[in-house]
């Protein structure tokens, strides 16, 4: 519940539920704060509600079963808790419903994301859940959480029930819903999405999307073409064979895939003006051809090529391929609608159309392609393919948040540092630095670097994955319907993964920084053609470092909310990292950068240690709810408003976590007094609306500040939300298209961009060709695009120059993106919630 409104005195609240409640009570528990005097005892409480229509007394449908198909079990606190997850098939939409869920052992408490709880047995054999969001085909994914007091963990299953009451089910599991028998071999036909001129030759963009019935870990996509073609280029497998003149290839694949369905995206060179049509096919390991459910065939009336597999070692298939000789839907690229997020869409993927960042764009969900970012013609095109979420809402945004949350994510992918996965989606980015270790040899691979360069700083790495973790265990349903949430996941882990390299617990020693800067800085070039020597710094029990240290504990701890649900192991790997480093941070106190002179001047700690000790205890509270990390955060905690939200200052953001967990109204106010500084007092504001703290990395200030008002608008208790929703809009929405320039400082948003960021990996040319300081003095554009990176952004008067020398204003970092996206994320929830108040005009 939230307040909706409350007396001056603050004897009378009236609350507001977006929920249903369907028991025959509701157990309504609050805080307060009083000034002095006796606790208030006497008072009452009174609803004011819509009567329920009585459900029918016909018994519900079981409309569809199945079996619970993951199971994963923790330990906290003395208690056994078990992951469920159940994969419902659906075949029409569905708005009012319930789910039974049926346990062959006693459970209690349980949590799930997708309903209320209408019924349930007393010893936790069976619960019954009312649906709370509109669900369409082809499946309802179902997650849960319950406890269990047994050695072995419960087993059961799952029932979606219509169309009447839902009575108490069987503590018998049914049978699971029956499988349709596949009939038919899985074939897609290709769909251009693109095709532009590259050193003189014709390149085609296009994809394929296979259905299937089922997860695959090995499979072969053969593709077949009408046309001669060359330089396949490809994301998702790796070219087996291909025949001479192009007109077919054998891809095998390197990543599993899951339902419903296989995006296969790629680019290909052609002949002529006319673009070769295609299909693809899929095959088992042993080349047996895979089938799926029938499917209705498309129609189309332009004329029809058929080809028959060519003589190889690939099994032939029993009768020729038809194929249509044009594809039959295109995009288009004419000037659209707002920005429309659709409820669950039926469909396993989603397309953007985009426009100039100064114009409305759509979002859709239509069948399409994988999401695509093209370059130009000289640049590497870099293709994405996010995992179909969906919202809950239609609604409609002047800028298209999704794609801003899958544009950072992949600047994220082009910071790595390490061996990278089989699946990097960053063409021009491979391994790098693997010979990084620490003093006695620790292997310290992985991690980002920290902006156009090759150092890791850990105090940026870690404040950027605080905010992310943060921003996505709070809206993780805009990751959700921005179809990003399986890579936002992927995203922060890789950090997350070499932070907890750098903590070794057993010597009291962690890593804060690898390679030093003047050293890298004197050298221009890709991370993988890296050769000086890359020293380790770190901090110990003669050398403390309690900000970065505890900068490193709040993101553990974030992320391990984040990934509560999503991967119980880990999350609870991060919690006990974040406890032991931080017992290591507050037992021995100091400044990392007085331990560590090669910090300076790149990320000197001028706030010093206690912000840092103080948000790493709010964070552990959050996460554990034990009683000394509040104390210990109060301890630490000022009731000043804070100077800025940065990678330095992290008061605000402590002060925001210690009201939200205990409505204490000495850290709200401080709050309260930063927003204001921000949106009208000791900050300046550019005639175009930029809030502007301070010149290196403007848009980074102002975008982290738009993060805190996000979070305090989502926080009860601020009666400002709606002016600070309106002011974190202004602030994105200048990055976005609303400054005097018209364009978009996010590389890749729109059309107008910047071109020529400060970051070395980007400015280089395709590998073998050399890189040097000629690329960083070189007038044109950067060969590769930096997708997703936010530039340092304008100066006091909305200047800004898109020069390459320029670190100031056109340098891009770790940091930089973090509230940024978070605050999209922001955004996009309240969109989805129906929250989101009308855009601000551009000042410009």
Not at 150 to 175: R, Y
Not at 301 to 330: G, K, V, Y
Not at 410 to 419: I, T, V
Request: glycine letters at 6%.
């Amino acid at each position: 519940m939230k307040v909706a409104e409350h007396s001056a005195d603050g004897k009378t609240y009236q609350l507001k539920s977006k929920y249903e409640y369907w028991p025959q009570t509701i157990d309504v528990q609050f805080r307060l704060t009083y000034e002095k005097g006796d606790v208030p005892l006497d008072g009452s409480c009174s609803s004011n509600v819509e009567p329920i229509e009585e459900i029918t007394a016909a018994p519900a449908t079981i409309l569809s079963s199945t079996n619970i198909i993951e199971r994963h079990k923790w330990e906290k606190d003395g208690k056994k808790y078990m992951n469920g997850k159940c994969v419902l098939p659906i075949a029409e939409r569905l708005d009012d419903f319930y789910i039974a869920i049926t346990l062959d052992q006693d459970t209690s408490g349980i949590k799930n994301w997708v309903g209320t709880t209408f019924s349930e047995d007393s010893n936790g054999r069976w619960y019954i859940l009312k649906n709370k969001w509109t669900t369409h085909p082809p499946e309802l994914q179902f997650n849960f959480i319950i406890t269990f007091d047994s050695d072995t963990m419960p087993n059961g299953n799952c029932a979606i029930l219509t169309g009447g009451n839902p009575e108490p089910p069987s503590t018998q599991s049914p049978p699971p819903a029956p499988t349709i028998p596949s009939t038919e071999t899985t074939t897609a036909n290709m769909v251009v999405v693109n095709s532009y001129q590259d050193n003189g030759k014709m390149k085609m963009q296009a994809t394929c999307d296979l259905p299937i019935d089922m997860p695959l870990e090995s499979f072969y996509i053969l593709l077949f073409l009408t046309e001669d073609t060359s330089d396949l280029e490809i994301w998702v497998g790796k070219e087996e064979q291909a025949d001479p003149d192009g007109r077919w290839y054998l891809v095998k694949n390197n990543h599993n895939a899951n339902l419903p369905s296989i995006s296969f995206p790629f680019h290909v060179r052609y002949s002529g003006s006319q673009e070769p049509s295609g299909i693809c096919k899929l095959y088992s390991e042993d080349l047996e051809p895979i089938i799926s459910k029938p499917t209705t065939p498309t129609t189309s009336t332009e004329p029809q090529t058929t080809i028959t597999l060519p003589s190889t070692t690939t099994q032939q298939p029993s009768s020729p391929i038809t194929i249509t000789t044009r594809p039959p839907t295109r995009p288009t690229t004419a000037t659209q609608p707002p920005t429309v997020i659709t409820t669950r869409p039926p469909t396993s993927t989603t397309t953007t159309t985009q426009q100039q960042t100064s114009q409305q764009t759509t979002t859709s969900t239509t069948p399409a392609a994988a999401t695509t970012t093209t370059t130009t013609p000289e640049a590497t095109t870099t293709t994405t393919t996010p995992e179909a979420t969906t919202t809950k809402q239609s609604v409609a945004t002047k800028y298209d948040y999704p794609k801003v949350l899958e544009l950072s994510i992949l600047f994220y992918e082009a910071q790595r540092s390490g061996k990278l996965p089989s699946n990097n989606r960053i063409p021009f980015r491979g391994d790098s630095a693997l010979g990084d270790k620490g003093f006695s040899g620790e292997d310290l691979t992985g991690g980002w670097y920290d902006a156009g360069d090759g150092v890791k700083f850990n105090l940026p790495m870690a404040s950027a994955t605080t905010i992310l973790s943060w921003g996505l265990s709070q809206w993780q349903d805009a990751y959700e319907a921005a179809g990003q949430l399986e890579l936002m996941y992927d995203s922060i882990k890789w950090p997350l993964d070499y932070l907890q390299k750098c903590w070794i617990e057993s010597k009291n020693l962690y890593y804060c920084q690898v390679a030093d800067g003047n050293k890298d800085h004197a050298f221009w070039g890709r991370p993988e053609d890296m050769t000086y020597t890359r020293d380790a710094f770190a901090v110990s029990t003669s050398k403390p470092g309690s900000d970065v240290a505890g900068e490193t504990v709040s993101a553990f701890a974030s992320a391990s909310i984040a990934f509560a649900i999503k991967d119980p192991a880990y999350s609870a790997e991060l919690l006990l990292k974040a406890k032991t480093l931080y017992t290591f941070a507050k037992t021995y106190r100091g400044k990392y950068s007085d331990s560590v002179p090669e910090a300076n001047p790149f990320y000197t700690s001028y706030s010093g240690y206690e912000d840092e000790l103080c948000l790493s205890a709010a964070m552990l509270y959050k996460a554990t709810k034990e009683q000394k990390y509040l104390n210990d955060a109060e301890g630490f905690a000022t009731t000043n408003a804070g100077w800025a939200f940065s990678w330095d200052e992290k008061i605000v953001a402590c002060q925001l976590l210690i009201f939200q967990e205990t409505g204490d109204l000495k850290y709200k106010t401080p709050v309260i007094n930063f927003m204001k500084d921000f949106m009208s007092g000791s900050v300046k504001n550019t005639n175009c609306g930029l809030a502007f703290r301070l010149k290196w990395g403007s848009n980074r200030y102002a975008a982290n500040a738009a993060f805190i008002a996000l979070m305090a608008a989502d926080t009860p208790g601020f009666s400002q939300a709606e002016e600070y929703k309106t002011w974190a809009m202004s602030q994105i929405h200048y990055m976005l298209g609303d400054n005097n320039y018209k364009m978009s400082y996010q590389i890749g948003y729109g059309n107008n961009y910047p071109r020529k960021p400060h970051h070395r990996a980007s400015s280089c040319p395709d590998m073998p060709a050399p890189c040097n300081n000629a690329q960083q003095y070189s007038p044109s554009d950067n060969p590769q695009i930096l997708y997703g990176a936010l530039v340092g952004g304008p100066d006091e008067n909305d200047f800004y120059e898109d020069k390459r020398d320029d670190y100031i204003k056109n340098e891009v970092a770790v940091d930089y993106n973090a509230g940024f996206q978070s605050a999209a994320a922001g955004l996009l929830h309240f969109a989805i919630e129906e929250t989101l108040p009308q855009a601000p005009p551009s000042k410009c």
